[in-house]
């Protein structure tokens, strides 16, 4: 487990619950993932990359319905969700794992362009092409959330 | 030769009249009139029936009628005092009353297809030979026959017992059986056929009506003489059933002709289908049977089946009371088929006269059916082909996805994991390897991403044509408009109107040197249309190896067409039409 960092944080003022994450001005526990893909590799690279990156993982999941009953147990921050699962898909998928103070970043081997407007219509916080996963990314669309 | 039987037949029926007009007035002591009468409706029936058969020597009704006219005529020589001929023609002599009416239920096509109709006239013919016969073996040459007014006797060649009173009993059980329980039997026969009949068959039956009006005044009549001894009204019935036997022949020689006017001959008809190309012969047997509805198919010996003139498989309708089918036959081979109105399998002699009139051409249009089959069968196969490729592209696309692009996106990930835990450790020389790495791992990614873009793009098949197109107009240099409907089609039709928008853009790219691209895709009347124009240099041709030409070619197998335009310095436009229905 590398150096927990707090969340950046966009605003200021006293410390407040948002409900859907902590937006505070200084973040001690690292945001809790749950990544769900159906590939072993991409969860065992991401699980390395993101822990590395400041991220807790606290679940895996390979497919639609092990992801909501994980995404129920854990009550994570970010579910990092394939979009092309073997049972669902991530768009119709993202809606029942936002919920609480989760929230869904979709991702795919394809890039954005690939995608379309059903991210949009999907109520995910964004989308993030695979390769391009990052822990900066993935704050980058958390801080969004948190200024909108 | 055939021809000429119905005229010479006419003829001869005119010694036998005089000689049946004689025997009546000599022999029988029949007023004049009377005697004139009856000869009037045998020669009625003689006459209807020459016409009849002359003018359609493939019915029968012609052959009938005149059968039953000469049979009325014959039936007078049993009034012969000569024993022979009193003998001969009593036995025969009721054979026109069964005539008449298997005349009328033959009418118009010269055949009974029921087979209750056909019971009837057999019992009928069975009848009116039986009794007489039975008669001859009981006629005493004293005994009175009652509808033999003279007062002479006449001898029985064939009598065994003379016995009056058995003859009596025939001759009533002869009229209650024949007339009354036959004769109201075939009313009813006749009036089902008018009642059953589709509207159009009802006014070509009407004549039927004057069958049973006719027969039923006869049954009267010959009750009232059989079994009241002063018969009353004798003359007003005896007027009534000659007026309604002498119109009943002409009746039924209208309705045929009325039919057949509107025809022409059969001569007229076989030279006329024998000169029609093989495109007009549906209007042509359609015409020619006076049947607007008439369609035409054509056996295909290959594939074992029916098709219309455009080669498309037909199912014969079976059992369908509307419609009726005609199979024409060549060599002992089936050669097509005609669906045609019910009305007309009452000519089946005339229906098959123009089939077979028209073979040559049949077979003509036969083959331009076989040969569109196979054309259809050969546009059916190119659109399995360019829909077996598509699919094959999507798997294609869809295994890399699943396979090495998930593989080397891991490595990516695994690749930034190891910088991150090298950062800090001051090993440029392996921090540099891994950065080298990376960039060229990331540089694969985003190749293979565009090869499998390329091969087939996912959001053609996830999100349909608007939102594919729009992603790849997103990746263009030259600035597009686009105007492209947001509906899902048929995949085939998404997958050929992005191929050629594809290709289209690529050559703008490549060769156009414009400032704007327009691209608009809307479906019309069933047909999608995609249109790409462009400002530039135009030029483009549809050549041999173009990309252009192989767009053709997959449009054109989904039964679409291309069309180029691209003068000189005028732009190009490509327009492609996609029918969106197989």
Not at chain 2, 263 to 276: F, H, I, Y
Not at chain 2, 537 to 562: F, K, P
């Amino acid at each position: 487990m590398g150096l927990r960092q707090g969340l950046p944080c966009t605003k200021t003022g006293s410390p407040r619950y948002t409900g859907a994450f902590s937006c505070v001005t200084i973040r001690l526990v690292p945001p809790t993932v749950v990544v769900v893909d159906d590939h072993a590799g991409f969860r065992r690279a991401a699980r390395t990359l993101l822990e590395l990156e400041g991220f807790d993982v606290v679940g895996e999941a390979a497919d639609g319905a092990s992801a909501v009953a994980v995404a129920r147990d854990v009550r994570p921050e970010l579910v990092l969700l394939d979009i092309a699962l073997p049972d669902a898909s991530g768009f119709d998928l993202a809606p029942a794992l936002s919920t609480g103070r989760s929230r869904v970043i979709l991702t795919s081997s394809r890039e954005h362009g690939d995608i379309g407007r059903r991210v949009r219509e999907s109520g995910a916080l964004g989308f993030v092409p695979k390769d391009e996963l990052s822990g900066e990314t993935l704050r980058a669309l958390l801080g969004k959330r948190c200024k909108s | 030769m055939q021809k000429l039987i119905p005229p010479v037949a006419a003829v001869l029926a005119i010694p036998l009249a005089v000689v049946a007009y004689h025997i009546q007035v000599r022999d029988l002591y029949q007023p004049r009139d009377h005697a004139a009468a009856i000869i009037t409706v045998a020669c009625a029936f003689v006459a209807a029936g020459a016409v009849a058969w002359w003018c359609r020597p493939y019915n029968r009704l012609g052959l009938l009628m005149m059968a039953a006219g000469f049979a009325l005529l014959l039936r007078q020589l049993r009034y012969s005092h000569d024993a022979l001929v009193f003998t001969l023609f009593f036995a025969l002599g009721e054979l026109c009353f069964a005539l008449v009416p298997h005349s009328a239920l033959a009418y118009p096509s010269g055949e009974i297809r029921r087979r209750a109709e056909r019971a009837l006239v057999k019992v009928g013919y069975a009848t009116v030979i039986a009794f007489p016969l039975a008669m001859l073996l009981f006629h005493a040459s004293t005994g009175r026959l009652i509808d033999f007014g003279d007062p002479f006797p006449r001898k029985s060649l064939l009598m065994i017992d003379g016995n009056d009173d058995v003859v009596e009993v025939l001759q009533k059980a002869l009229v209650v059986v024949f007339y009354l329980v036959l004769g109201s039997c075939f009313i009813a026969v006749l009036i089902r056929r008018l009642v059953e009949a589709p509207p159009r068959m009802r006014r070509v039956l009407a004549p039927l009506l004057l069958a049973a009006v006719a027969i039923a005044l006869r049954a009267v009549f010959e009750a009232v003489f059989t079994f009241i001894d002063r018969p009353f009204a004798y003359d007003y019935l005896f007027w009534w059933q000659i007026g309604a036997f002498i119109a009943l022949p002409l009746a039924l020689l209208a309705g045929l002709l009325r039919a057949r006017l509107a025809r022409g001959s059969v001569g007229d008809l076989v030279v006329e289908l024998e000169r029609t190309p093989p495109q007009q012969m549906r209007d042509a047997l359609a015409q020619a049977l006076d049947d607007p509805t008439l369609e035409l198919t054509f056996w295909l010996p290959e594939r074992q089946t029916y098709a219309d003139a455009a080669g498309k498989p037909i199912d014969l309708p079976r059992a369908d009371p509307r419609r009726l089918v005609t199979t024409i036959e060549h060599d002992g081979e089936p050669l097509a088929a005609m669906i045609h109105d019910p009305s007309l399998g009452e000519e089946p002699k005339l229906v098959q006269a123009a089939g077979a009139a028209a073979h040559l051409a049949l077979e003509n249009a036969r083959l331009q059916a076989e040969t569109r089959a196979q054309l259809l069968q050969v546009q059916e196969s190119r659109a399995r082909i360019v829909a077996a490729g598509d699919e094959a592209r999507r798997r294609i696309e869809r295994d890399l996805h699943d396979g090495a692009q998930q593989r080397l996106v891991a490595l990516a990930l695994q690749l930034r994991s190891a910088q991150h835990q090298l950062r800090g450790r001051e090993d440029a020389e392996v921090e540099n390897l891994l950065t080298t790495a990376a960039e060229e791992l990331q540089g694969a990614v985003t190749e293979l991403r565009e090869l499998a873009r390329g091969v087939h793009p996912a959001i053609l098949t996830e999100e349909g044509l608007a939102a594919a197109v729009e992603s790849l107009t997103a990746r263009t240099a030259t600035p597009v408009t686009l105007d492209v409907q947001d509906e899902r089609l048929p995949a085939a039709v998404e997958a050929t109107a992005y191929f050629v928008i594809c290709e289209a853009l690529t050559n703008v790219a490549k060769h156009a040197d414009a400032a704007n691209v327009r691209i608009g895709g809307r479906q019309r009347n069933g047909t999608f249309v995609v249109t790409v124009e462009d400002d530039g240099v135009g030029g483009a041709t549809a050549g041999e190896s173009s990309g252009l030409r192989g767009l053709i070619d997959r449009v054109e197998a989904l039964g679409g067409r291309v069309t180029i335009e691209s003068a000189r310095g005028a732009g190009t436009r490509i327009e492609a039409e996609i029918p969106c229905e197989s």
